[in-house]
């Protein structure tokens, strides 16, 4: 749990906030985009970064539901299908592919209203978004938090002070239904407000012969969100947010032959119950500084379980077989934030220079319990039985504590009216505690389990400099180098495998990472506005690059290891948007990401049986390219349509191996008619049917000789349906 002092600390950083708004104020309002930006930029509202933006229009009209669905739409960004939705996105190659022990230090941040949801973002549903915003490349000075390969940040729909009403109402195919709502308007004098509620369900495309079911893989997600925004004296404002997630979901998406129809007689769950608020304050702290204060806390309870061999009796007949694993994980964090922004009464160097000081503090709590136990009985196979039977069932309880202390700062200087060079400097600090309990309840001692305890420490630091030329009033180009950084960490394997010759004590340790980013762009637009797009080239440099890999450490399908090791990597490429209004009626879109990765420098050996090396290998789930194609259209008659094209390239699934995802080619299309106040939309995901892969692993289930084989778990197939909605 998080410590009081924690919660201490940060209270008492927003009442310094608060206080100061009593304070008699003669300065110029703050720039818009301090106060709303989901980005928490200085001011300039346009910097040096490789970023994608999606607003609420084309969210709706991109047939958008959950946040696993930007993925087609955003360069070199890809997504882990390990539970029912995606909580582990990667950017450039770099990201999460699971977290079966827990990974409290993900690579890829994931905020939702200023509430850190990093590792555990899978509840993050789409319904009354204002914006989505993905930076790709490390990010260690425009935000509180540090991430190493990108961020990707939600913003929901503010308060308002005019009354809004909008109901929704979906059916589909897989039994799907949602009834969504959303109503806004002043609650006081100078306090708006702003509530959202969503309730889905569907059945998620697989059937279930052992059990007679079809909704053994269902969906049943309900999302709140609440925002209250004070208007108050002194050009202060005060936004309160509120999240409540219950996303009580079935995981049973694996079989035996690959295929959707299911044999586990004891189908998984992948739940996740969040509760989350941010509380952020902007406003003039005397006449030559601004303050932006940000509070967020968020409590996740998850259970993450599901059918260890995926079958049955009848499936796995002669041979007695049936394991089982579940975690039960409590992850909590508490974060806060300060800025000092600079305003016009405190710019530097003659007025060119704007500069922003920031502190950032994070407590982080998380703990998992995990439990697995089975049976294999092939005692059919006497004189040649080996289990007659083998038992299994461990439990490994580990808990990890982390807190970062963080100082950071921007300096933007106007060189000439149409030139700004950014410089940017994070240092953090870095204190975790970290254990854990391993027991083997058949063929260890209950009493003596194996256990470690270490508390690390580390300073860390990152930074940026950028410069930016505009070619014209829409026109710019820019260059940048980054460094991001990236904690070590601890593999709770190791308890497992203490007493193996091929992993030593060093093993239980990783180092931190650091990544170097060299990318060069431009962004315009041209023909009068009818054409918009932007460019970037990067490199970037990975220096003790993590790579987490798995070993099937017996014939038990539960019995693996996971270990984090260093190695070095690089990468480069190309990412572009382009948007063309072709005529009054019709818009082309599209987007292309171009990606080179490879692995150097990796020294921990795969299991014996596995073949291939990782040394001059690609990243995993990292395609060398992927694209979106798309066409709008919109009349007069308030018809409107969209059709997308998304293409993805092969890719490795995983860094245990190197069994490969194939490339795909979906389409999606919605077609919408306005009536008044009404829209009725038609909608089709995946038109074509196509099958593709969203995660793989290769290991041995089927008995009794356990020979590794591929499994794949596949995409969500053709998903259609009607959505109506009512606006007021």
């Known amino acids: 749990m998080l410590s009081r002092q924690s919660l201490a600390f940060a209270l008492s950083l927003q009442c310094i906030a608060v206080q100061a708004e009593s304070e008699p104020q003669a300065t110029e309002q703050l720039q818009e985009e301090v106060l709303v930006s989901a980005l928490r930029d200085d001011g300039n509202g346009d910097f040096a970064a490789s970023m994608t933006r999606l607003d609420s229009d084309e969210i709706e009209t991109a047939t958008l539901g959950h946040a696993q669905e930007l993925v087609a739409l955003v360069p070199n960004m ?24 827990g990974a409290p230090n993900p690579s890829v941040g994931f905020i939702v209203d200023d509430i850190d949801l990093s590792g555990i973002g899978g509840i993050a549903s789409l319904f009354d978004v204002e914006r989505v915003e993905v930076l790709r490349g490390p990010q260690a000075t425009r935000f509180g938090a540090n991430a190493i390969g990108g961020l990707v940040y939600l913003q929901s729909a503010n308060e308002v002070s005019e ?64 925002k209250l925004g004070w208007r108050l004296s002194g050009q202060w404002q005060v936004r309160l947010s509120l999240l409540w997630a219950d996303f009580d979901n079935g995981y049973d998406a694996w079989a035996p032959d690959n295929g959707r129809i299911t044999y586990a007689d004891n189908p998984g769950r992948d739940q996740q119950r969040t509760t989350g608020a941010s509380l952020k304050i902007n406003g003039p702290l005397g006449r030559a500084v ?49 800025r000092f922004i600079s305003n016009q009464n405190s710019r530097l160097f003659n007025d060119r220079a704007d500069w922003l000081v920031g502190v950032y503090f994070q407590h982080l709590d998380e703990s998992n319990d995990i439990v697995s136990a089975g049976i294999y009985d092939d005692s059919v196979d006497a004189p040649f039985a080996y289990c007659t039977p083998c038992l299994s069932d461990t439990r490994l309880d580990s808990a990890f ?11 933007d200087i106007d060189l000439t009216e149409r030139s700004r060079l950014s410089l940017g400097l994070r240092t953090e600090r870095w204190e975790a505690d970290y254990s854990d309990r391993f027991r083997d309840r058949i063929y260890g001692n209950p009493d003596m389990p194996v256990v470690n305890h270490f508390s690390p420490a580390k300073t860390l630091w990152g930074g940026d400099i950028g410069l930016t030329f505009e070619l014209s009033d829409s026109n710019s180009l820019y260059a940048l180098v980054s460094r991001g950084y990236k904690a070590g960490g601890f593999n709770p394997s190791f308890a497992r495998v203490a007493a193996s010759a091929a992993i030593d004590q060093s093993a239980i340790a990783f180092d931190p990472e650091s990544l170097l980013n060299v990318e060069a762009g431009m962004r315009g637009e041209w023909l009068d506005g009818r054409i918009s797009g932007a460019v970037s080239l990067f490199h970037m440099r990975r220096h003790d690059m993590q790579v987490r890999s798995s070993a099937q450490f017996t014939d038990n399908p539960n019995d693996f290891i996971f270990i984090t090791s260093n190695a070095s990597g690089r990468s480069r490429g190309l990412e572009s948007s382009l948007q063309w209004q072709v005529g009054p009626r019709w818009t082309l879109h599209g987007s292309l990401g171009l990606l080179s990765t490879r692995i150097d420098n990796f020294a921990l050996e795969r299991e014996v049986g596995v073949p291939g090396s990782l040394n001059g290998r690609s990243f995993a789930h990292a395609p060398s390219w992927n694209a979106n194609l798309g066409v709008s259209y919109l009349d007069s008659n308030r018809w409107s349509a969209r059709l997308d094209w998304q293409l993805m390239d092969d890719f490795y699934f995983d860094y245990s191996h ?10 999606n299309l919605r077609v919408k008619r306005l009536f008044g106040k009404w829209d009725i939309s038609a909608w089709v995901r995946n038109l074509f049917d196509e099958d593709y892969f969203t995660r793989g692993f290769y290991f041995g289930l089927t008995p009794p000789l ?11 197939p053709r998903h259609y349906g009607l959505t109506a909605t009512y606006r007021y």
């Not at 997504?79 to 582990?88: D, K």
């Not at 909704?215 to 609440?226: A, V």
């Not at 504590?401 to 300096?411: D, I, S, T, V, Y």
């Not at 356990?706 to 969500?716: I, S, Y």
């Open 658 to 667: 190197d069994e490969q995802a194939s490339s795909r080619s979906v389409v």
């Open 290 to 338: 601004d303050l932006v204060s940000i509070t967020g806390f968020a409590d996740s309870d998850i259970l993450f379980s599901y059918d260890g061999e995926w079958g049955d009796a009848d499936y796995w007949a002669p041979y007695l077989y049936d394991y089982t694993y579940r975690d039960i994980r409590i992850r909590q964090t508490l974060s806060q934030e300060l």
């Open 78 to 101: 890809n997504l882990s299908g390990e539970g029912s939705r995606a909580r582990y996105f990667q950017l450039r190659g770099i990201g999460e592919l699971e977290q079966y022990e």
């Open 163 to 226: 009354p809004e009403f909008e109901a929704r109402v979906s059916v589909g195919n897989d039994d799907t239904r949602s009834v969504s709502m959303s109503a806004g308007g002043e609650v006081v004098g100078g306090l708006d407000g702003r509530f959202s509620l969503q309730r889905m369900k569907s059945n998620g495309f697989y059937d279930n012969v052992s059990l007679g079911l079809d909704d053994s893989n269902g969906r049943d997600e309900t999302l709140l969100r609440g």
């Open 706 to 716: 356990f020979v590794r084989e591929r499994f794949t778990r596949l995409g969500d």
């Open 401 to 411: 504590e982390a807190r970062n202390h963080a100082l950071f700062g921007k300096l």
